[in-house]
C-alpha cells in the first residue's frame, strides 16, 4: 500500500504488508490498529516531509518496524508500539525528526538513527532488545530527553557482539539528558573481550554529552559457546 497524496489516513483495521508513504503533508493514525509484515519493512517514509504517524502498534517485521529513508524531515511519530523487528525504528540520513511516547521492544535494535541530525527523542522506552537500545551512527546534534534503555541484551544468542543501552559511534553534539539505561546484559565467554554498557562514546565521537542520565545492574551470564 502506498500512500501518495497528502492527507489524513486512518487505518479501519489490521494490516498485514507494507505501508509506503510517498507524499508530503501526510498525517497517518494508526487508530490502536496493528500493522506487521513479516516478509520487509512495515511502515517506510520516503523521502519526504511533514509527516505524522501516531496511535497504533507496529511489528512482527522482518526489516524495520519503522523507516525513515534518507532525504526525509519534519516527521513526528507519536504513541506508536514497536515490537520483533531487525530495527524497531531506523532514521537513516533524515533531519528534523521527533519521536515521543514510542515503546521499543523485542527486537535486536531498539532505534538506529545513522547520518541524521537535529533528531529529538522523548520519552521513549527502548526495552529487551537484544543487542543495542538506541545507537547514534555518525549523526551529530541529536537529543534524547527522559528516554530509558531496559533490560538490553535480553535474548542475546551472540557472545561476541557488544551491548549498550545507548550508544553515539563517531558523532558529534549528542546529548543524552535525563536517561536511565537499566539491567543491560551480556553473554559472557572465556577469552571474549565483548562489551556490556549502559552508556558508551565510541569510534572518534566527539562532545556528546550525557546529563544527568545513569546506569544501574550492568550483568553478564555465562554463554554455551
Known amino acids: 500500500m502506498t500512500i501518495s497524496s497528502a492527507g489524513v489516513y486512518c487505518l479501519a483495521e ?3 504488508g507494507k505501508i509506503t508513504i510517498a507524499s508530503d503533508h501526510v498525517v497517518l493514525n494508526l487508530n490502536g490498529k496493528q500493522l506487521s509484515n513479516t516478509s520487509d519493512d512495515a ?3 520516503n523521502a519526504v516531509s511533514n509527516v505524522r504517524i501516531t496511535n497504533g502498534s507496529i511489528g512482527p517485521s522482518s526489516g524495520s518496524g519503522i523507516y525513515i529513508m534518507p532525504g ?3 516527521i513526528f511519530v507519536s504513541q506508536v508500539d514497536v515490537q520483533q523487528c531487525t530495527e ?3 532514521c537513516d540520513s533524515s533531519s528534523q525528526v521527533t519521536i515521543e511516547h514510542c515503546d521499543l521492544m523485542l527486537s535486536t535494535t531498539g532505534m538506529t538513527i545513522q547520518s541524521s541530525s537535529e533528531v529529538q527523542v522523548k520519552y521513549t522506552t527502548a526495552s529487551r532488545n537484544a543487542y543495542v537500545g538506541f545507537s547514534l551512527l555518525t549523526s551529530d546534534g541529536n537529543q534524547f530527553s527522559e528516554c530509558t534503555a531496559f533490560y538490553t541484551g535480553y535474548g542475546s544468542t551472540d557472545p561476541l557482539t557488544d551491548v549498550y543501552g545507548f ?6 553534539g549528542n546529548i543524552f539528558e535525563s536517561c ?3 539491567r543491560t546484559l551480556a553473554l559472557t565467554v572465556t577469552g571474549v573481550n565483548n562489551v556490556a554498557a549502559g552508556f558508551a562514546l ?3 565521537d566527539r ?4 546529563l544527568n542520565s545513569s546506569h544501574t545492574d550492568i550483568s553478564r551470564m555465562p554463554s554455551s559457546a
Do not use: C, E, H, W
Open 14 to 16: 489490521d494490516i498485514v
Open 43 to 45: 511502515l517506510v517514509v
Open 72 to 74: 526525509s524531515s519534519q
Open 88 to 90: 524497531a525504528i531506523l
Open 167 to 172: 550508544v553515539s559511534d563517531s558523532g558529534k
Open 180 to 182: 536511565i539505561a537499566q
Open 202 to 204: 565510541t569510534g572518534t
Open 207 to 210: 562532545k556528546s554529552t550525557r
